[in-house]
């Protein structure tokens, strides 16, 4: 049996090992549908075009045509066409203003430091009346 020592009602919320309370149902169902409708306005307020937002917005998967098709995506295409056309914008368009950030993973600690090491070589002198095998 597994017993759970916390501070807090809600400090273990989501442990695996015993049934979730009504009341953490209730929290965690009222936390998803507020976050649900935050997206739902983000894409209204971002994409005012886009159609049967509130059908497809059930959390299906959308494909990009379907995306497309239904204006929540603007084209289609690689990552190296939207390098392309941000550029042309960037050079040719209206775009003036922007940052540019390195999304790059960063190296954990571990890659850091195994990195940092290089051979060594270690030099083990021993005394000249050290017996001999």
Known sequence: SVKTIKAGKMKDLGNPFREMSPDEENYLETLVKSAHAEF??????TRPNAINL???????????????ENNLIDRLGTE????NY????????DIKDFTVNDTAPKPSFLKKLLDMSSPITIKLELPNNFPKL
């Open 40 to 45: 739902i306005d983000f894409i209204k307020l």
């Open 54 to 68: 509130d059908e497809l917005a059930d959390g299906r998967v959308l494909d990009a045509r379907t995306a497309l």
């Open 80 to 83: 190296d066409d939207a390098l």
């Open 86 to 93: 941000l550029v042309t914008e960037i050079l040719h368009g």
